[in-house]
């Protein structure tokens, strides 16, 4: 157990649709990071947060956005979904805002299925 | 942002040692090296960091040559669980982004 959580598991929904993935860091990490990984794609970066602000922009939808709220946690709002928007999204967290040696802890993931 | 090769797959029989390779030429000098394990449907987990020479923990080592032009993961006596895939990061692009390549996929046979 890496301490970050996540909610939901799973997901399903249909095209067109709007969802918010959320999670929670590790107690004391300041930094939050989102991956997404799909079968052909493998894990790809899409945002990093720090105490709130955003502080690194990967390959991230126009689509999506992402948010860090004063408690820490993050919440990812994913919009007007497509069918390959299905994958498992994954949420990180670090103590300190990253860089060279600075260990993510990942969390369970969230499955999404959009039909 | 170095870039890592590893195998694609590999495959041990439970109770032996594993040595998985991964290259990068292009590390830099204030690259660390870090190892993460992903089982199917799981977030990757983080095994191992090192910078230079040896790092042993209570799951692995980590082998880097003078040169640290490549690093070599060590699992010792794997037993089944360990069957997932292994990936090798080298640094990030300065925006602490973690680029995940295609991993190694290790199975573990009986």
């Known amino acids: 157990d890496s301490g970050v959580t996540q909610t939901p598991k799973h997901l399903i929904t249909a095209t067109g649709q709007r969802v918010t993935l959320r999670c929670s860091p590790r107690?004391?990490?300041?930094?939050v990071y989102w991956y997404q990984q799909s079968l052909d794609q493998g894990l790809q970066f899409l945002i990093q947060?720090?105490?709130?602000?955003?502080?690194a922009k990967g390959n991230i939808l126009e689509r999506f956005s992402a948010q860090q709220f004063p408690d820490l946690h993050s919440e990812l709002n994913l919009s007007s979904l497509e069918l390959g928007d299905s994958a498992l999204y994954f949420c990180a967290s670090s103590v300190a805002g990253g860089g060279e040696g600075e260990t993510q802890y990942f969390g369970p993931g969230t499955r999404l299925l959009v039909l | 942002l170095a870039k890592t090769t590893q195998p694609i797959s590999m495959d041990s029989y439970e109770g032996q040692e594993v040595n998985i390779t991964c290259s990068h030429n292009n590390i830099a000098t204030n690259d660390y090296i870090t190892w993460y394990q992903q089982f199917p449907s799981q977030g990757p987990r983080f095994i191992i960091q090192g910078y230079k020479t040896k790092v042993t923990n209570e799951v692995a080592s980590l082998f880097i040559p003078a040169d640290r032009k490549s690093s070599t993961l060590s699992l010792p006596r794997v037993s089944l669980s360990d069957t997932a895939v292994y990936y090798c990061l080298v640094g990030d692009d300065g925006n602490n982004r973690l680029a995940f390549g295609k991993g190694n996929q290790v199975v573990v046979i009986p």
């Open positions: 947060y720090y105490n709130g602000e955003e502080r």
């Open positions: 107690s004391g990490d300041l930094s």
